[in-house]
Each structure stands twice: as C-alpha cells, then as structure tokens.
C-alpha cells in the first residue's frame, strides 16, 4: 500500500505480481478500484457553456451518453489544468472524471470558473456537485463484457454488445446482498461507460457510497478467479504506458498544451474555426505549422524504444550522437508484453518523427533509443456506429 492523493492505494495484490496482473489484465479481467478519481456533476443552462470555455472539446455536438476526453485548460497560455473525461447525460447535465492529485486545484479552478461565466452569461443557472465518497470501479480486459452482461438484472435491457467505446448507459445489476447471505439485491440505476486507461476493452463504473463494495464483490464472486482478478496501481501504469496515455503531473502538467502533447485531437473541429475557449490565441496558431503562418510547437510528446536498462522520469535524452541535449522522459518502464523498455517523453521539434535514433542517460549510462509510434501496443477498443 502506498500513500497517494489522501489515499491508501494498492500497488499490487499478493496473488500476483505487478508484470502478471499486466498480462492477466491484456489475457483476461482485471478490476480497478479507481475511486479516488473525482467525480463531478454540472447542470443547468450554463453547463455546456461552461464547458465549451474551459475546454477545447466540441461539446455542443457532443450526443446524450457519450464521452470525450478533454483538457481543462489556463486562459492565454492554454496549459493543462487537468484532463478529464466529459460525458453528457442530459441536455443540460454532464458528468466528470479528474485526477485526484488536482483535486484542489481542480476545485479551485472551476469554482472560479463557474463565478465568472454566470457573472457574464446572466439567466445560464450552473449547478455543480463533486459526487464525495462514490465508488469508481474500472473493469478491464477481454472478458469484461461477458462479466458485466452476467450480472445485469434484465440482460436484454443493456446489450452490451451494441454499446461502443465512449459511450454509457444507466444499469441496474443484481447484487450480493451485504445482509443475507446468498441472497440478490436489485441496484437502483448505476452509471457505466465503456471506457478506461489500459488499452483494452473494459467499463468504468460510477456507484453510489453504499453499494461499491458489493458490486465489487459480486463481480468478483460471478465471474471467479479463474477469469477476474483484483488489480492495483502497478499494473495500472505500465498497462496505461503501453497504450500511449498521459499521467497528469509527469506527461501533462500546467506549462504543456494539449498540442506539444500529442492531443490535437481534443481540439473540436468546429473549435478550429471560432476558438472562444481558454487559450485560443496559443492553441489555434500551435496547431497550424510555421508554413502556413502558424507557430508550430517548439516541442512533442513522443514514444521510445530504449535498449538497456529502462529510462525513468527525468532522464535528459540526447541527439543520436550524444552532443546535445532535446529533451527530458517523462514516464518509463519495461513492457510486460513486449518485453522491452518503453518511454515517453518530450523532445525538440524535428527529433520527434518515427525512427529517428537518440540517446537517453539512465543512471550515468547513455543508452541507444529509438522514437516509436505509440500506443506501443494496439488498443483493442470496441468501436462502431451506433443508432442515433
């Protein structure tokens, strides 16, 4: 156990090693217990006004039951505050997941967020409530919609089959009553988003105070260890890692836009065009390259392939011949499923392309490494086109 956030949090669990719950994770199921992330809920007619301020996101066009990733972000400079996902539950009501190590500069920011969009935009009401003591629990892995579907009270209300990654529906899920043994209770509707941070396919799952620990027992009880497995923060970085995601406060923090990350693409298209959110001035001229009369970005966020032993935060990366410095790692660890180790990090702009050879210092050592596409390791989200 280890301190984080004002929590205790697990590292790993005592029937597996942090590089086999990786691999049970990518094979099978594992269960998060992610319940320190902040949940939020915001509604009113100000809400997605609000949101399409503070955020890049095309929120307007953003359909009831679907989620986006997104930045919060600093007026002017277009730093990241946070990075959060939104999903709409209504025509006025969005729900959303920050980082629990933001959490109160996150509360601070939208607080006066909230004051001065109302002060401006009179008559747009926005009601916002931090959902304290929820339970957020990620399902991962290949197995993870056989084992929801197997639980849902009326399975043929939810098919999880016709449900596609970013989006979410209300269930109710037959749970372990925490009274009388071997009995079932029906859950009051739970808020589930085919969603998470490893890659794989898997489900988030937002539950009210009294019945996170049943529905975490009740998972664990249906399904069985021979398919569903307790998982902690080890397995939940390098899984992460793998799939080319940002951790807040090393890969992303207040002086990083979404461009220099390698996030462009929570930038709306349609935001491309009016901007009217913090940081336009910067975002829209750094998305434009220098010759077609934008800025450019003087940095990138980029993957790596490092021989050797693997390169941690920190690490200062060299040109490929070791004259000078272009950049500091960011994340690193040995990859479980490739058996190689992995990093990411941030360099001068025209080291940046796939292949390009460099050095990276690692205790003392300069070591030969290679910029990767990432994910290093393919997602296997559960895409398609649902019905309006």
């Given at each position: 156990?280890?301190?984080?956030?004002?929590?205790s949090?697990?590292?790993?669990?005592?029937?597996?090693?942090?590089?086999?719950?990786?691999?049970?994770?990518?094979?099978?199921?594992?269960?998060?217990?992610?319940g320190?992330?902040?949940?939020?809920?915001?509604?009113?007619?100000?809400?997605?006004?609000?949101?399409?301020?503070?955020?890049?996101?095309?929120?307007?066009?953003?359909?009831?039951?679907?989620?986006?990733?997104?930045?919060?972000?600093?007026?002017?400079?277009?730093?990241?505050?946070?990075d959060?996902?939104?999903?709409?539950?209504?025509?006025?009501?969005?729900?959303?997941?920050?980082?629990?190590?933001?959490?109160?500069?996150?509360?601070?920011?939208?607080?006066?967020?909230?004051e001065?969009?109302?002060?401006?935009?009179?008559?747009?009401?926005?009601?916002?409530?931090?959902?304290?003591?929820?339970?957020?629990?990620?399902?991962?892995?290949?197995?993870?919609?056989?084992?929801?579907?197997?639980?849902?009270?009326?399975?043929?209300?939810?098919?999880?089959?016709?449900?596609?990654?970013?989006?979410?529906?209300?269930?109710?899920?037959?749970?372990?009553?925490?009274?009388?043994?071997?009995?079932?209770?029906?859950?009051?509707?739970?808020?589930?988003?085919?969603?998470?941070?490893?890659?794989?396919?898997?489900?988030?799952?937002?539950?009210?105070?009294?019945?996170?620990?049943?529905?975490?027992?009740?998972?664990?009880q249906?399904?069985?260890?021979?398919?569903?497995?307790?998982?902690?923060?080890?397995?939940?970085?390098?899984l992460?890692?793998?799939?080319?995601?940002?951790?807040?406060?090393?890969?992303?923090?207040d002086?990083?836009?979404?461009?220099?990350?390698?996030?462009?693409?929570?930038?709306?298209?349609?935001?491309?065009?009016?901007?009217g959110?913090?940081?336009?001035?910067?975002?829209?001229?750094?998305?434009?390259?220098?010759?077609?009369?934008?800025?450019?970005?003087?940095r990138?966020?980029?993957?790596?392939?490092?021989?050797?032993?693997?390169?941690?935060?920190?690490?200062?990366?060299?040109?490929?011949?070791?004259?000078?410095?272009?950049?500091?790692?960011?994340?690193?660890?040995?990859?479980?499923?490739?058996?190689?180790?992995?990093?990411?990090?941030?360099?001068?702009?025209?080291?940046?392309?796939?292949?390009?050879?460099?050095?990276?210092?690692?205790?003392?050592?300069?070591?030969?490494?290679?910029?990767?596409?990432?994910?290093?390791?393919?997602?296997?989200?559960?895409?398609?086109?649902?019905?309006?």
């Amino acid at each position: 156990m280890v301190p984080f956030a004002g929590y205790s949090m697990p590292v790993q669990y005592a029937d597996l090693s942090v590089s086999e719950s990786h691999r049970w994770t990518r094979e099978k199921a594992s269960l998060f217990d992610v319940g320190h992330m902040v949940q939020h809920r915001l509604s009113g007619a100000g809400a997605a006004g609000l949101l399409e301020k503070i955020t890049p996101a095309s929120i307007g066009s953003l359909g009831v039951h679907q989620s986006t990733l997104a930045c919060l972000l600093h007026p002017a400079t277009g730093g990241i505050v946070d990075d959060t996902v939104i999903t709409r539950l209504g025509p006025q009501l969005f729900y959303m997941v920050t980082n629990a190590a933001c959490r109160e500069k996150d509360t601070a920011y939208l607080a006066e967020n909230i004051e001065r969009y109302t002060s401006s935009n009179s008559g747009e009401k926005i009601d916002w409530e931090i959902l304290d003591g929820w339970g957020l629990i990620a399902l991962q892995g290949p197995l993870s919609a056989s084992i929801l579907q197997h639980i849902l009270a009326v399975p043929e209300d939810a098919d999880l089959s016709k449900m596609y990654f970013g989006q979410s529906k209300f269930i109710n899920a037959r749970l372990l009553s925490e009274e009388q043994q071997g009995k079932e209770e029906i859950s009051d509707p739970i808020l589930v988003s085919r969603a998470g941070y490893t890659g794989e396919d898997g489900f988030e799952i937002s539950v009210p105070p009294s019945r996170t620990v049943a529905l975490a027992k009740t998972l664990l009880q249906h399904a069985g260890p021979d398919k569903l497995r307790l998982a902690g923060l080890g397995a939940r970085d390098s899984l992460r890692l793998e799939a080319g995601m940002c951790l807040y406060g090393h890969d992303l923090d207040d002086t990083t836009t979404p461009i220099e990350a390698g996030l462009a693409w929570t930038v709306g298209k349609d935001r491309r065009i009016g901007g009217g959110f913090h940081g336009h001035e910067t975002i829209l001229r750094q998305i434009k390259p220098v010759k077609e009369g934008g800025s450019g970005v003087s940095r990138r966020r980029v993957g790596f392939i490092v021989d050797g032993a693997p390169a941690r935060e920190g690490a200062e990366i060299l040109d490929g011949k070791g004259e000078e410095g272009i950049g500091k790692i960011t994340s690193g660890c040995p990859s479980p499923t490739l058996g190689k180790n992995i990093a990411m990090g941030y360099v001068r702009s025209g080291f940046h392309k796939a292949g390009t050879e460099v050095q990276i210092v690692v205790r003392g050592k300069r070591r030969k490494a290679v910029v990767t596409k990432m994910p290093f390791v393919p997602s296997k989200y559960v895409k398609g086109t649902a019905p309006a």
